[in-house]
């Protein structure tokens, strides 16, 4: 035993090691085939080294330390505590950016908050104003004031915006205008870069020496970076002076799609810079990649676009996580399309337009108001952003200043751009029916804002290929200056002063929505009456198969199948009909009340004290019936029409009877009237004709050669009217083969007030009592009603008296 515990000695102590003070061992491997330690010389123990002594950094984790920090027997100066420290170079980054990003809240809160300023200045030329600023304001203490770099620019602060203005973009303009602003953005864009470059290099050929080493393709280049239309400067000024939609949605919708133009322009010539020759298949291959760069970005927009709306099916157990699948989803398309170099801009804006009609019915309202309200408030800082920096970075870069250069390329933006609107408009008015005034001319051309994406571009161009960058650069900055503070400044009172239409306010009613709807869907069967297929035709294609097809897989449950608004009619109107049904008044239920089935409701479960008692089936079925009676069913949408596939009434040709037989029963009433020798004349009121008869009655006395004529009598105090009595008793003597008796000759004909029929009868289709055998000998013996008496001259008595 005691051999057993002295083999397991070493096994302790090694386990044990660590947790005795002192000096550490270390095991030894070198064992006896018996497990024994084997003998070491030196007298070392058996089984164990000493561990070499440890580093004076090195401290084990659980090795006990010294209380107080002071080595064995060194002692060492004790240092008070730090109550307070400052590490700047930890918090630096991100204590910068908030400091930014308050200066831009700060700056846009005061300029809301001094309504004289706002009036005369944009917000963009204050915000630049500040910039400015700032940036000397760090130049002048000695330090290097930031630039906004454009991969900032490009990956943070321009997708919110384009975002924003995807997301909420008014998509029926958007697409009525949409090849205007095609026309626009590309063709205007291209002959803008074209235009503007090749006029640069004749200028840089006649200029002097400083410009004379300036070639054609940089001038091309340069061209194509400030000719497009820059979407941040139009949202902010364009949203300040409240321009009609339609003006609008042109320019803003052509700063968006020139983007594609741009970015093919901006990479062919910088490519094209570095070949020694450029080939014709070069420029082919330049030609597709327009197409492949803006197809493709609309591709990945639409992709992600729908992936969003799929996963927003999901949600209903996590609302907290929905606004983020928006935002998310949506960036990730931004940067999947810059990824391989197609337009970003396109690709976002597809992937907004794409995703909120899904997205939207899936989600709750608490999302869609996040959704709405955190890309406003993005959006509106990194404008503000922009604006700031585009400031501080004209103090903090540098600057060739080249007079020719810089005045000759602001004159020709502004003719180039004045230029191609007229040209396009003249074309475009061809083929629009709302034309293009010249007002409206004048306000597109005039709105042909710069930005900082021109500035960000100028700034990616190489020194190496571009020795003129900095003279690019400056030209660039004058641009843009000229077209935010000059234009910008004297675009709102140029539109008062010409009398330009303003956006409305209020939205438009549901009334105005309602005829909209309604005019679309006639303009629709008319253009397939007519056999042309325009764009009212495509767009019902379009919602068809969207509404069969798409919404089933991207809109969850009974949203996917009628509008959210007739839904929440359905439910209100089926809380309605619980409610009665609980309260016991479902005899009192108004009949103006009007409900629709059953189907899709899920009530809630009621608790214990509101559970309904068990009903029998014939109180159900009452209840059904009294709900079927009282309540009436929202009218359905009809069936689509078509010209080849037309359906026939079922109820056309009873409805053609019983037109038919009214009009025989008027002609029948003709006839009688006119053997009745009654003339024509203008109908008198009821009380006119008792006033007359009754102020002078003799004058209506029958006329003494007329004994065969029929006698009316008339009562003159009786409060029926003409129209309400029936002439029952109106076979004339000697129709019927009888004899007239003598009551009958005293009496003439008998005038009696008309019964009242039954509701929901058909005096046509009813039988009554003009159906009898003998009024039907009657109505033959009236078939011929002889000559047509004379009529009375004017001013005569109904029935003049005899003579």
Request: hydrophobic share 45%; glycine share 8%; aromatic share 10%.
């Amino acid at each position: 035993m005691g051999a057993a515990a002295l083999r397991a000695l070493p096994w302790a102590l090694l386990l044990l090691g660590p947790l005795l003070p002192g000096q550490v061992l270390q095991a030894n491997p070198m064992l006896t085939s018996e497990g024994q330690p084997a003998p070491l010389p030196g007298g070392a123990v058996p089984g164990f080294t000493p561990a070499p002594p440890a580093a004076p950094e090195e401290i084990h984790p659980l090795k006990e330390q010294p209380a107080n920090g002071s080595g064995e027997g060194h002692a060492k100066p004790r240092k008070a505590f730090p109550v307070i420290g400052i590490d700047y170079t930890h918090v630096r980054i991100p204590f910068e950016i908030s400091l930014w990003i308050l200066l831009a809240c700060l700056m846009k809160l005061g300029f809301h908050v001094i309504p004289s300023v706002s009036s005369i200045v944009p917000e963009s030329c204050l915000l630049i104003v500040v910039g400015l600023l700032v940036g000397g304001l760090i130049k002048g203490v000695g330090e290097k004031p930031p630039i906004l770099k454009s991969d900032i620019f490009f990956l943070f602060l321009l997708p919110p915006i384009i975002l924003d203005a995807g997301y909420f973009l008014p998509l029926r303009p958007f697409t009525e205008n949409l090849g205007t602003i095609l026309i626009f953005a590309v063709v205007g864009t291209l002959w803008n870069a074209f235009f503007l470059g090749g006029l640069m290099y004749a200028v840089c050929q006649l200029g002097g020496p400083g410009l004379n080493h300036i070639g054609l393709l940089a001038n091309l280049l340069f061209g194509s970076i400030i000719s497009a239309v820059d979407p941040v400067a139009v949202l902010a000024v364009f949203e300040e002076i409240h321009i009609n939609e339609l003006l609008h949605i042109l320019v803003f919708g052509e700063s968006l799609l020139n983007d594609a133009v741009t970015v093919v322009l901006y990479h062919l010539f910088e490519e094209f810079a570095s070949f020694e020759q450029v080939t014709i298949l070069d420029i082919i291959l330049g030609f597709l990649s327009f197409f492949v760069v803006s197809l493709g970005g609309v591709l990945v927009g639409v992709i992600y676009g729908v992936i969003a709306a799929f996963t927003s099916r999901f949600t209903s157990h996590i609302r907290v996580i929905e606004p983020l699948f928006v935002f998310l989803y949506s960036y990730m398309a931004y940067l999947s399309a810059e990824l391989f170099h197609l337009s970003g801009i396109m690709a976002l804006i597809a992937a907004g337009v794409v995703m909120r009609p899904y997205v939207e019915a899936n989600i709750s309202h608490k999302s869609h108001t996040t959704i709405k309200y955190f890309l406003k408030m993005w959006s509106s800082v990194s404008e503000t952003l922009i604006f700031i920096f585009l400031g501080v970075s004209t103090v903090a870069g540098h600057h060739y200043w080249n007079w020719t250069f810089v005045i000759s390329t602001l004159f020709f933006c502004l003719i180039a751009r004045v230029l191609g609107v007229l040209v396009l408009t003249w074309f475009i008015n061809k083929f629009r029916i709302v034309k293009l005034t010249p007002k409206d001319q004048f306000i597109i051309a005039y709105g042909g804002l710069r930005g900082a994406i021109a500035f960000s571009l100028g700034y990616l161009l190489d020194y190496k290929h571009f020795g003129m960058r900095d003279m690019f650069l400056t030209a660039i900055i004058t641009v843009i200056f000229f077209t935010v503070f000059v234009q910008g400044m004297t675009i709102r009172p140029l539109v008062d002063l010409l009398a330009v239409k303003k956006k409305q306010e209020t939205k438009r009613s549901i009334n105005e929505e309602i005829h909209t709807q309604f005019l679309d869907h006639l303009l629709t069967g008319i253009e397939d009456i007519c056999g042309h297929y325009g764009h009212h035709h495509w767009k019902d294609k379009l919602n068809r198969f969207n509404k069969k097809y798409v919404k089933k897989c991207l809109i969850a449950g009974e949203r996917s199948k009628e509008p959210q608004l007739i839904a929440f009619y359905h439910k209100m109107e089926m809380k309605q009909a619980i409610e009665l049904v609980e309260s016991g008044g479902i005899g009192k239920i108004p009949s103006a009340v009007s409900t629709v089935s059953i189907q899709n409701i899920n009530p809630q479960t009621l608790p214990l004290e509101r559970v309904l008692p068990a009903l029998s089936k014939d109180k159900e079925e009452e209840i059904r019936k009294i709900l079927r009676t009282n309540l009436q069913k929202t009218r359905q949408r009809l069936r689509s029409y078509n010209r080849h596939t037309l359906v026939a009434d079922p109820y056309e040709e009873a409805w053609n009877q019983m037109l038919l037989r009214r009009q025989k029963a008027r002609q029948l009433e003709q006839k009688m009237n006119n053997y009745l020798t009654v003339p024509a004349h203008r109908v008198d009121s009821p009380t006119m004709s008792r006033a007359r008869i009754g102020s002078d009655p003799l004058a209506y006395e029958p006329k003494e050669d007329s004994e065969n004529l029929p006698i009316i009598t008339i009562d003159p105090a009786s409060p029926q009217s003409p129209e309400s009595v029936d002439l029952m008793s109106e076979e004339p003597k000697g129709c019927s083969g009888l004899p007239p008796s003598p009551e009958e000759d005293e009496e003439g004909l008998v005038m009696r007030v008309k019964e009242p029929s039954s509701p929901g009868t058909d005096d046509v289709f009813t039988p009554g009592a003009s159906d009898s055998p003998s009024n039907q000998r009657m109505l033959r013996c009236l078939s011929d009603p002889g000559p047509r008496p004379e009529e009375p001259e004017e001013g005569e008595p109904f029935i003049p008296k005899g003579q």
